[in-house]
């Protein structure tokens, strides 16, 4: 019989799950846990917030596929997670975060630093448990893991009590999990993969409209194989970018509010959608009412409340997206769609995705098109959330899956420095640039450090506006341009503020410099901050107005 | 549409928390719940009475699926099934009309379970139609005080809603 604590239970669960980086910050009732950890082989990577640590946590996850952890203290720690559980849960992102409490005599009293956490996350996490006894947590530990990156993976919390930590039990390993009312379907159904099959074969005019899914579910070869074979051309939604080659001749880019034309032409006139991973968001079909009208939809996905949520679906498909891609491609035939593909060549040639450079100021877009050729298209990006997200999905032309790391659903300014971070611990190997808003960047610049103290070579390239771009955008377009608190005048000196943490900085303010500094910075093997000063007015196109329908997009046309 | 939905659960605390934000959060309204424990002690059975379109429906009831506490949901409105609710009614009286409501409360098959000089306590179980017919005729003897316990269901005879098959 083996006697441990609460705290070591954590420490050699953690270890049997393979987990290989904790993000967080300690605090009073998590000392003990922090003291275990003293001469565990976990490594800690002590951040300044602890939204860092669970974005940090969310990036590394992402970028490697594997779950990604915290560890952060009751109350204000754990309050603090909020944001970062909430991004992950809307992407569907596999993180364990492990919350202080106070002692299981206190909670409920208004103790010092207690917050009721399991309640305040209950609707943004996948499933989150309150440990009420170290006779539990090994199981517990082990049920987190196995909810977090199953089925639609998502975040789990595990709120720890303080005397839960320091009471000795009998540590029994968990090796298998059971757990009766959570059973993901993971197989399909036969038949109705035959009918989608029938439904491919007999389509004239079909598009394959892939979400993250793919990524997540490890798809992406099989996306390749069944638009190949098929000719189906393929749209990703944002977070499904990376699961199908951007230079590939069938791509069609990214659909919705900031689509491509061709994208957005696609879906509105074809006769048949293959959805995989995906959930048909508002920012993909803009007014429900006129998206793709004449299509019959087929909607492959694991999680069945993601299907009919929207759109009304044909035929549904329940399960594990590579396993059912697996399935299905040997029932499909090269369709007959070569009037379909000809006209997208003719909206492709048309209309093609594109901006008005300049030789007097620097365009945002050329600069992500210049970090595009620097990196050679094998870096990984994250992003903030604004304009420099658009344009990063737009000119950066992602190849492989788990090399775009953006928070889609919850559009979390703030996500991409710390994220950075998690996806450059996981991904050594790895080029990490973050493309930055100067906005968004003020929201967790405090990372800096995090990324200084670990040697990481992360680069951030804030597309300097002096705006908060997009609110600015839409203030422009939609509200006679009264840009009510969205103008930035005070920034700070982004290049002291790179030196004070210890980082590089450079500032970039001529067209000819921009290269040049992309490629010191892949170089340098410290964080760098390149401040780029870029046009202050431009807007990312094309662009569907709210409420209209993807084919009535306005600007961008060449 | 109304629906009754029979929904096994484990018997943890949050749970019902768990199952009410899910509705709170989606801005869907709930008719009635009611709660308690099954044959098995580590399972409880919650019954949630909701009103709906199709869509909503299935949207509730795949987002019931989701919940890992959750071990199985039944939409029973498309089968056979029983259902009851309890009901306790204390209705105004005096010498006068107390024997006419006793004979009511023993048509509805009602007992009195408590009389008092100026009231009479009834405690009725049976359909949601059946509380709502005899508070309907006891209303004319002056204002009710009415506590219902929302309804419970259970399938006929052959639907299995238990948690022994996948969900
Ligand atoms: C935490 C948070 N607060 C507010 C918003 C609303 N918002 C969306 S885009 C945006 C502007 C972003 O500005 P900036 O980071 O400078 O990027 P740009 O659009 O200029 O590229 C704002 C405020 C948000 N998405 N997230």
């Known amino acids: ?558 | 549409m109304k629906h009754t939905i029979s929904v096994l659960v484990e018997n943890q605390f949050g749970v019902l928390a768990r199952i009410s934000g899910l509705f709170s959060g989606r801005g869907f309204n709930i008719d009635s719940l009611s709660v308690g424990e099954t044959e098995d002690p580590t399972v409880s059975r919650i019954t949630l009475v909701v009103k709906g379109d199709d869509m909503i429906i299935e949207q509730v009831i795949k987002q019931l699926n989701r919940l890992v506490d959750v071990i199985k949901v039944s939409d029973l409105t498309k089968d056979d099934f029983i259902d009851s609710e309890l009901a306790l009614i204390k209705i105004p009286c005096d010498g006068k009309t107390r024997s006419e409501i006793m004979q009511i409360v023993d048509i509805y098959r009602g007992r009195i379970v408590d009389v008092a000089l100026r009231s009479l306590t009834v405690e009725l179980s049976g359909s949601e139609e059946n509380v709502r017919g005899i508070m309907d005729l006891l209303q004319e003897f002056g204002k009710l005080e009415v506590v219902r316990s929302g309804k419970i269901a259970i399938s006929r005879d052959r639907k299995n809603t238990r948690g022994n098959n996948h969900k």
């Not at chain 1, 990577?45 to 990036?59: N, P, V």
């Not at chain 1, 967790?444 to 908060?468: C, G, S, W, Y």
């Open chain 1, 1 to 558: 019989m083996t006697m441990m604590t609460g705290a070591q239970i954590f420490v050699e669960s953690l270890l049997r799950e393979n987990v290989e980086y904790l993000f967080g910050i300690p605090g009073g009732v998590v000392i003990p846990v922090f003291d275990a950890l003293f001469d565990s082989p976990l490594k800690v990577i002590l951040t300044r917030h602890e939204q860092g640590a669970t974005h940090a946590a969310d990036g590394y996850a992402r970028a490697t596929g594997k779950v990604g952890v915290c560890l952060v203290t009751s109350g204000p720690g754990a309050c603090n997670t909020v944001t970062g559980l909430a991004t992950a849960n809307m992407d569907s992102i596999p993180i364990v975060v492990f919350t202080g409490q106070v002692p299981t005599p206190m909670i409920g009293n208004d103790a010092f630093q207690e917050s009721d956490i399991v309640g305040i996350t209950r609707p943004i996490t996948k499933h989150n448990f309150l440990v009420r006894n170290a006779r539990d947590l090994a199981r517990i530990i082990k049920e987190a893991f196995y909810i977090a990156s199953t089925g639609r993976p998502g975040p789990v919390l595990v709120d720890l009590p303080k005397d839960v930590a320091v009471t000795e039990t009998e540590y029994v390993p968990v090796s298998e999990v059971t757990i009766r009312g959570y059973k993901p379907v993971l197989d399909g159904h036969v038949k109705q993969i035959k009918k989608a099959a029938e439904l491919i074969n007999a389509s004239k005019k079909a598009v394959i409209y892939a979400g993250g899914g793919v990524i997540l579910a490890g798809a992406a070869k099989e996306l390749v194989q069944l638009a190949h074979k098929t000719r189906l051309p393929v749209t990703t939604s944002l977070l499904g970018l990376g699961g199908f080659p951007a230079d590939d001749k069938l791509f069609l880019g990214m659909p919705g509010m900031h689509g491509t034309r061709f994208a957005n032409y696609a879906l509105s006139e074809c006769d048949l959608i293959v959805a995989v991973g995906t959930r048909f968001d508002d920012r993909v079909t803009g007014n429900i009412k006129e998206f793709a009208v004449h299509a019959k939809i087929i909607h492959i996905d694991v999680d069945p409340t993601a299907i009919s949520k929207n759109v009304r679906v044909d035929v549904p498909i329940v399960g594990d997206a590579a396993n059912i891609l697996a399935k299905l491609i040997p029932l499909v035939t090269r369709t007959d769609n070569g009037n379909w593909l000809k006209q997208i060549e003719d909206w492709k040639a048309q209309y093609p995705l594109t901006y008005k450079d300049s030789d007097k100021e620097i365009k945002p877009q050329y600069v992500v098109e210049q970090i595009y050729e620097a990196t050679k298209g094998e870096a990984i990006i994250t992003t903030e959330v604004g304009q420099n997200q658009m344009w990063a999905a737009h000119y950066y032309k992602f190849k492989s899956p788990r090399s775009f790391l953006s928070s889609g659903g919850l559009g979390t300014m703030g996500y991409g420095l710390p994220a950075a971070i998690g996806a450059q611990l996981g991904r050594p190997d790895k080029v990490v640039f973050d493309i930055a808003g100067d906005g968004s960047i003020q929201m967790n610049i405090q990372e800096l450090a995090t990324a200084v103290h670990n040697r990481l070579p992360i680069n951030v390239a804030i597309l300097n506006n002096h705006f908060l771009g997009m609110v600015r955008q839409w203030q422009e377009l939609f509200h006679n341009r009264r840009y009510s608190s969205t103008c930035l005048l005070n920034n700070p000196d982004f290049v002291k503020i790179a030196e004070a943490y210890g980082a590089k900085g450079m500032r970039i303010r001529k067209k000819k410099d921009v290269r040049p500094a992309i490629e010191e910075a892949i170089k340098t093997p410290l964080p760098v901050i390149l401040d780029f000063e870029v046009a202050r007015e431009e807007n990312v196109y094309p662009m569907v107005p709210v409420g209209a329908g993807i084919h009535q997009m306005i600007g961008g046309l060449a």
